[in-house]
T-cell receptor
Framework: KNEVEQSPQNLTAQEGEFITINCSYS?????LHWLQQHPGGGIVSLFM???GKKKHGRLIATINIQEKHSSLHITASHPRDSAVYIC?????????????FGKGTKLTVNP | DAGITQSPRHKVTETGTPVTLRCHQT?????MYWYRQDPGHGLRLIHY???????DKGEVSDGYSVSRSKTEDFLLTLESATSSQTSVYFC????????????????FGQGTRLTVV
């Protein structure tokens, strides 16, 4: 079982729809990232969370440490939001730390 | 932008040849990572480093070696490249929340597209 699970794997939406992408993890963490990757592009960090909620424009990220779950929401989605969204955690085990990634959610927003 | 660069950005090489990819950072971050990204698999950890000369294997380490002789550079070497190592390789850096005022950071390189023919 992967340490970080994302759902859904693929998501197609119409422009303007509210979108939610979920991330569950099974390890102790110090922080969680939501990342964005456009086709053929590099990886951009959208949010880093260790608790609560963060908002940036139309993007909102939440994390529930007790339930080991995080969500990324996109309000009023737009075709330019089409990308792969990746959840990554700073996994902490035995005094060491490493970045562990989910497999990503491919989002397509149609006009 | 964070100071992390990968080189080269693109490389085509022949099966059996050695290849070295370089990740260079100017952030003085403790942790450095090499991942490969393949369709259907997402980002998979090859090796990572938690300090100078301190490295550990990831989930897909076979066929790869790494070295970190100084904080700013993390090298990934394919001793004898195979076609199965055709992939996009990403470097990442991070700093532990315990060591920097409770502020964990992570930054990502732009990727290196490696083709083994």
């Amino acid at each position: 079982k992967n340490e970080v699970e994302q759902s859904p794997q693929n998501l197609t939406a119409q422009e303007g729809e509210f979108i939610t992408i979920n991330c569950s993890y099974s390890v102790g963490i110090s922080a969680l990232h939501w990342l964005q990757q456009h086709p053929g592009g590099g990886i951009v960090s959208l949010f880093m969370l260790s608790s609560g909620k963060k908002k940036h424009g139309r993007l909102i990220a939440t994390i529930n440490i007790q339930e080991k779950h995080s969500s990324l929401h996109i309000t009023a989605s737009h075709p330019r939001d089409s990308a792969v969204y990746i959840c990554a955690v700073h996994s902490v085990k035995g005094g060491s730390e490493k970045l562990v990634f989910g497999k990503g959610t491919k989002l397509t927003v149609n006009p | 932008d964070a100071g992390i660069t990968q080189s080269p950005r693109h490389k085509v090489t022949e099966t059996g040849t050695p290849v070295t990819l370089r990740c260079h950072q100017t952030e003085n971050h403790r942790y450095m990572y090499w991942y490969r990204q393949d369709p259907g698999h997402g980002l998979r950890l090859i090796h990572y480093s938690y300090g100078v000369k301190d490295t550990d294997k990831g989930e897909v380490s076979d066929g790869y070696s790494v070295s970190r002789s100084k904080t700013e550079d993390f090298l990934l070497t394919l001793e004898s490249a195979t076609s199965s190592q055709t992939s996009v390789y990403f470097c990442a850096i991070s700093e532990s929340s315990r060591s920097r005022d409770s502020n964990t950071e992570a930054f990502f390189g732009q990727g290196t597209r490696l083709t083994v023919v």
